[in-house]
């Protein structure tokens, strides 16, 4: 199973964008606004992951190496459904070479 301080590839892989409520601007919201960025009317992203390439302004480290989210308790929800090992996290993993391709 891929260990998440190991490997950083979704956060490098993935635009991650949610409802601006979870942005801690909003009442009851917990992500830095500081770190987002208006996508569309309703939707922020975390900065740095609309851009090509994409890497999370948050992700601290060498992906593949030793990483770490620096905003890891107020994460936005899409960070929290991505799981080690599921579909999502082998197909960043193997998109920067930590495993093979899916065929």
């Known amino acids: 199973m891929p260990d998440c301080q190991t490997c950083g590839a979704c ?6 964008s949610f409802y601006w409520a ?3 601007d ?3 919201g917990q992500v830095p606004a500081a770190l987002t960025q208006a996508l569309r009317p309703l939707e922020r992203c975390m900065q740095g992951t609309a ?4 890497r999370c302004v948050a992700l601290q480290g060498e992906v593949g190496r030793s990483v770490a989210c620096g905003i890891y308790a107020q994460r936005p929800s899409p960070c ?13 993993r193997a998109h920067w070479g930590l495993e093979p391709a899916a065929a």
């Open 26 to 28: 909003a009442p009851g």
């Open 22 to 24: 979870e942005a801690d």
């Open 80 to 92: 929290r459904t991505v799981q080690p090992g599921d579909a999502q996290c082998r197909k960043a």
């Open 11 to 16: 956060c490098a892989t993935y635009r991650v």
């Open 51 to 54: 851009s090509l390439p994409p």
